[in-house]
């Protein structure tokens, strides 16, 4: 490491990022000890605020205080005072301390200010120190279409308090600062509105209040659509629901980014219109038609239904196939899932919108040459089909700064909480991709659509009383959406270890420990999780990570808390029986060498989407059939197979390969490497070659069948990507 320019220091930073803490202790300064460290808070301008870093050492240290990168003038003893605080004093603080040529970082303290003023909804007298004390009240409003909307909520306290808004007692994901901004308001956002603030001892609710808001014949629909007749025949929805399946790690196929980044935006989007999301990452064929069995149950009259899908596909006859993560090689409509059988039973339901929202590619397969014959759909006129490129061509996704979007996500989202029907919304969309010259002559929206009445994803819901079928979907929701509650667990040697739970997807939910006490006698101490079921199949090399991002969590790491150890869950559908694993603790008293372990189990039940047992490999009753479709030619799923029988997935299909970077072959330069060094291009290809992947070649060394535009304007297309474009 020391030929390659790397320091000391880099070398401790590696070993604390392997966890190695023999490693680190041995290199650090053995004269440094910090034992207290600045705490963060929130005050109110005026007050007398203190942070404290008290260390010891040989021979003497010295303390240097920064506020992020810059010195705080007479900041240079264990505590730094700030009397009275103001406002420009909110901020970052961090401690240097000094031994001889040797020195250590305290951990950073946040100080959030607020202003007197601001806090005149609320009063601060009698609130006892460090505790909670709301003094920024939320208010209600009164909005027209078009306005936005600012709810603010301060709280006073230590440790720094956090927020979370609530929309009629629905948690908004959005919704984890004290500001909550909605830039464009509908009537979908109409409610009552609170906001919980909590830190690690206790939490505290605001004062409910009533947002409404109103039409106006001036909004920005034009006065053609805005007589009063308009306003009063809107139509509305008894119920809004929504499936949103992102697939990238595939086994016998290339992988795919953006799938994950797509799915996560369009949950915060379609949350904000009161749709009820059901999220989940990287299923398999069964768990695939086992999430849409649940989501048909969640359809009714009147209810609006949103499928959405990033992935592989293609289309044969017509006929749209989203392809599982287990699909073999290559894959034929018996594998994948017909999008259009998913529509004939959403209409069975009745529903009042069927929206279909496909990332794919929409190129054939030469594989499969089944013509699926099936009933006639019923003629109705609310289905609306939003192909993310025209049919027999590619969808791509970009992929800089370690995150991707999908070029259909990446304009759609920009226009998904408009108050429009829903065909001219994607007509806009259309025309935003087609003002993209990059994208031109690659890739172009497809709007299929039955729709006569003017509908949108904003149309408000109204449902007729409590009925049986709305109190279903209601628990059938919540079930896949429960969270074990924050734990906190005492050891024998007297450390206090908080156990927090976060999902960042119906199937992904993210664990944090974090030492809440410990003894002044115990000088090293460490919390972390282990012994998970086997049926999650988690790496332990990327568990108890001190980053989020670390775990392959980059979406949530800013809505979790600060200095704690995160491990990532992912398949939580796979989950046969409750989630029950082992919280441990290592620590070390002052003058020993040995290390102590305590270790305590822990049940939490089944988490978000594992209460609905999606992972059965039996077909269930209802579970749609591709390959079984009535007066089908294909015959069963596996030949000389009774198609009445339930069918056996096969159990020793093995994840092969890590996650890889996936190039399309064609743009792949003479030396075999991607022309961009920051750019990372891949395609949502209907992938069925044979050969193997190579992580160091951007192509297959045998021949393959991915379809692949290879054309000199595309390898141009990566380059003007890279150079020109900024995504998000």
Same mark, same amino acid.
């Given at each position: 490491? !020391?030929?390659?320019?790397?320091?000391?220091?880099?070398?401790?930073?590696?070993?604390?990022?392997?966890?190695?803490?023999?490693?680190?202790?041995?290199?650090? /300064?053995?004269?440094?000890?910090?034992?207290?460290?600045?705490?963060?808070?929130?005050?109110?301008?005026?007050?007398?605020?203190?942070?404290?870093?008290? $260390?010891?050492?040989?021979?003497?240290?010295?303390?240097?205080?920064?506020?992020?990168?810059?010195?705080?003038?007479?900041?240079?003893?264990?505590?730094?005072?700030?009397?009275?605080?103001?406002?420009?004093?909110?901020?970052?603080?961090?401690?240097?301390?000094?031994?001889?040529?040797?020195?250590?970082?305290?951990?950073? +303290?946040?100080?959030?200010?607020?202003?007197?003023?601001?806090?005149?909804? @609320?009063?601060?007298?009698?609130?006892?120190?460090?505790?909670?004390?709301?003094?920024?009240?939320?208010?209600?409003?009164?909005?027209?279409?078009?306005?936005?909307?600012?709810? %603010?909520?301060?709280?006073?306290?230590?440790?720094?308090?956090?927020?979370?808004?609530?929309?009629?007692?629905?948690?908004?994901?959005?919704?984890?600062?004290?500001?909550?901004?909605?830039?464009?308001?509908?009537?979908?956002?109409?409610?009552?509105?609170?906001?919980?603030?909590?830190?690690?001892?206790?939490?505290?609710?605001?004062?409910?209040?009533?947002?409404?808001?109103?039409?106006?014949?001036?909004?920005?629909?034009?006065?053609?659509?805005?007589? %009063?007749?308009?306003?009063?025949?809107?139509?509305? /929805?008894?119920?809004?629901?929504?499936?949103? &399946?992102?697939?990238?790690?595939?086994?016998?196929?290339?992988?795919?980014?953006?799938?994950?980044?797509?799915?996560?935006?369009?949950?915060?989007?379609?949350?904000?219109?009161?749709?009820?999301?059901?999220?989940?990452?990287?299923?398999?064929?069964?768990?695939?038609?086992?999430?849409?069995?649940?989501?048909?149950?969640?359809?009714? #009259?009147?209810?609006?239904?949103?499928?959405?899908?990033?992935?592989?596909?293609?289309?044969?006859?017509?006929?749209?196939?989203?392809?599982?993560?287990?699909?073999?090689?290559?894959?034929?409509?018996?594998?994948?899932?017909?999008?259009?059988?998913?529509?004939?039973?959403?209409?069975?339901? %009745?529903?009042?919108?069927?929206?279909?929202?496909?990332?794919?590619?929409?190129?054939?397969?030469?594989?499969?040459?089944?013509?699926?014959?099936?009933?006639?759909?019923?003629?109705? $006129?609310?289905?609306?089909?939003?192909?993310?490129?025209?049919?027999?061509?590619?969808?791509?996704?970009?992929?800089?700064?370690?995150?991707?979007?999908?070029?259909?996500?990446?304009?759609?989202?920009?226009?998904?909480?408009?108050?429009?029907?829903?065909?001219?919304?994607?007509?806009?969309?259309?025309?935003?991709?087609?003002?993209?010259?990059?994208?031109?002559?690659?890739?172009?929206?497809?709007?299929?659509?039955?729709?006569?009445?003017?509908? +949108?994803?904003?149309?408000?819901?109204?449902?007729?009383?409590?009925?049986?079928?709305?109190?279903?979907?209601?628990?059938?929701?919540?079930?896949?959406?429960?969270?074990?509650?924050?734990?906190?667990?005492?050891?024998?040697? !007297?450390?206090?270890?908080?156990?927090?739970? +976060? $999902?960042?997807?119906?199937?992904?939910? &993210?664990?944090?420990?974090?030492?809440?006490? #410990?003894?002044?006698?115990?000088?090293?101490?460490?919390?972390?999780?282990?012994?998970?079921?086997?049926?999650?199949?988690?790496?332990?090399?990327?568990?108890?990570?001190?980053?989020?991002?670390?775990? @392959?969590?980059?979406?949530?790491?800013?809505?979790?808390? #600060?200095?704690?150890?995160?491990?990532?869950?992912?398949?939580?559908?796979?989950?046969?029986?409750?989630?029950?694993?082992?919280?441990?603790?290592?620590?070390?008293?002052?003058?020993?060498?040995?290390?102590?372990?305590?270790?305590?189990?822990?049940?939490? @039940?089944?988490?978000?989407?594992?209460?609905?047992?999606?992972?059965?490999?039996?077909?269930?009753?209802?579970?749609?059939?591709?390959?079984?479709?009535?007066?089908?030619?294909? @015959?069963?799923?596996?030949?000389? =197979?009774?198609?009445?029988?339930?069918?056996?997935?096969?159990?020793?299909?093995?994840?092969? !390969?890590?996650?890889?970077?996936?190039?399309?072959?064609?743009?792949?330069?003479?030396?075999?490497?991607?022309?961009?060094?920051?750019?990372?291009?891949?395609?949502?290809?209907?992938?069925?070659? =044979? !050969?193997?992947?190579?992580?160091?070649?951007?192509?297959?060394?045998?021949?393959?069948?991915?379809?692949?535009?290879?054309?000199?304007?595309?390898?141009?297309?990566?380059?003007?990507?890279?150079?020109?474009?900024?995504?998000?």
């Amino acid at each position: 490491m !020391g030929e390659k320019g790397y320091t000391a220091m880099d070398l401790v930073e590696f070993l604390q990022t392997l966890g190695h803490n023999d490693g680190v202790q041995l290199l650090k /300064a053995t004269g440094i000890r910090i034992v207290v460290q600045p705490g963060s808070m929130a005050v109110l301008s005026g007050q007398r605020v203190k942070l404290c870093c008290l $260390a010891v050492g040989h021979p003497i240290v010295q303390y240097q205080w920064f506020k992020v990168k810059h010195e705080v003038p007479h900041g240079n003893g264990p505590e730094l005072v700030l009397n009275p605080v103001h406002v420009e004093d909110s901020g970052f603080y961090i401690c240097r301390v000094n031994c001889g040529t040797s020195f250590e970082f305290s951990q950073w +303290a946040q100080l959030d200010v607020c202003s007197v003023s601001a806090a005149g909804y @609320g009063s601060v007298a009698g609130a006892q120190e460090n505790q909670i004390h709301i003094c920024v009240q939320p208010q209600s409003q009164k909005l027209i279409v078009g306005d936005q909307l600012v709810l %603010e909520c301060f709280a006073t306290g230590k440790p720094l308090p956090r927020y979370q808004w609530y929309k009629n007692q629905c948690l908004l994901k959005a919704g984890n600062t004290k500001h909550y901004k909605i830039p464009y308001v509908t009537k979908a956002n109409e409610g009552v509105y609170l906001c919980r603030v909590y830190n690690e001892h206790e939490r505290k609710d605001s004062q409910e209040v009533e947002v409404s808001i109103e039409e106006h014949p001036t909004n920005a629909r034009g006065p053609a659509e805005n007589s %009063e007749d308009d306003v009063n025949n809107r139509p509305v /929805a008894t119920d809004k629901v929504a499936l949103l &399946i992102g697939n990238m790690s595939y086994w016998n196929h290339p992988q795919l980014k953006a799938p994950m980044v797509d799915v996560y935006e369009m949950t915060n989007l379609l949350r904000q219109l009161d749709f009820k999301v059901v999220s989940l990452l990287d299923l398999t064929e069964p768990e695939m038609r086992n999430a849409v069995d649940e989501f048909l149950l969640l359809l009714d #009259k009147g209810v609006y239904g949103l499928l959405y899908y990033a992935g592989h596909g293609y289309e044969n006859y017509g006929n749209s196939f989203m392809v599982p993560v287990d699909a073999p090689n290559p894959y034929r409509s018996a594998n994948c899932l017909c999008v259009q059988s998913i529509l004939k039973l959403m209409q069975e339901k %009745e529903t009042g919108l069927n929206v279909f929202l496909l990332d794919m590619c929409r190129k054939r397969n030469e594989y499969d040459n089944t013509i699926l014959i099936m009933e006639a759909l019923r003629v109705t $006129a609310n289905i609306v089909f939003g192909y993310a490129t025209c049919q027999g061509a590619e969808a791509f996704e970009i992929q800089q700064s370690g995150l991707a979007n999908g070029i259909f996500m990446k304009f759609l989202k920009e226009r998904l909480l408009e108050d429009k029907k829903i065909t001219v919304l994607l007509d806009g969309v259309a025309e935003d991709m087609g003002k993209c010259h990059l994208t031109r002559g690659k890739q172009a929206l497809e709007i299929r659509s039955s729709l006569s009445e003017k509908r +949108a994803l904003t149309d408000p819901i109204q449902q007729a009383g409590c009925s049986a079928e709305s109190l279903t979907r209601n628990l059938q929701w919540a079930k896949a959406h429960e969270l074990p509650e924050s734990m906190c667990f005492e050891f024998d040697c !007297g450390a206090q270890i908080q156990l927090g739970f +976060a $999902a960042e997807f119906s199937n992904v939910m &993210i664990i944090y420990t974090r030492i809440v006490q #410990k003894p002044p006698e115990i000088v090293l101490c460490e919390a972390y999780v282990t012994d998970f079921p086997l049926d999650l199949d988690i790496d332990p090399k990327v568990t108890n990570k001190g980053t989020p991002e670390e775990t @392959g969590s980059y979406l949530v790491s800013k809505e979790l808390p #600060k200095h704690c150890l995160y491990t990532r869950l992912s398949s939580l559908q796979k989950l046969q029986e409750p989630l029950a694993f082992s919280v441990c603790l290592r620590y070390q008293y002052q003058g020993m060498e040995e290390t102590v372990e305590e270790s305590k189990e822990v049940d939490v @039940g089944k988490p978000l989407i594992a209460n609905l047992d999606i992972s059965s490999q039996f077909k269930r009753s209802g579970c749609l059939q591709t390959c079984q479709m009535t007066h089908s030619p294909c @015959g069963s799923c596996l030949a000389g =197979t009774d198609a009445t029988e339930p069918q056996l997935r096969p159990q020793n299909m093995q994840y092969s !390969g890590s996650h890889l970077n996936v190039y399309n072959p064609s743009l792949a330069s003479a030396s075999g490497f991607p022309q961009s060094e920051h750019f990372q291009y891949s395609v949502y290809s209907n992938a069925l070659g =044979t !050969g193997q992947w190579s992580p160091y070649y951007s192509s297959y060394r045998s021949s393959t069948n991915i379809p692949v535009e290879n054309t000199d304007d595309t390898s141009e297309l990566v380059a003007n990507f890279s150079d020109r474009v900024n995504f998000q």
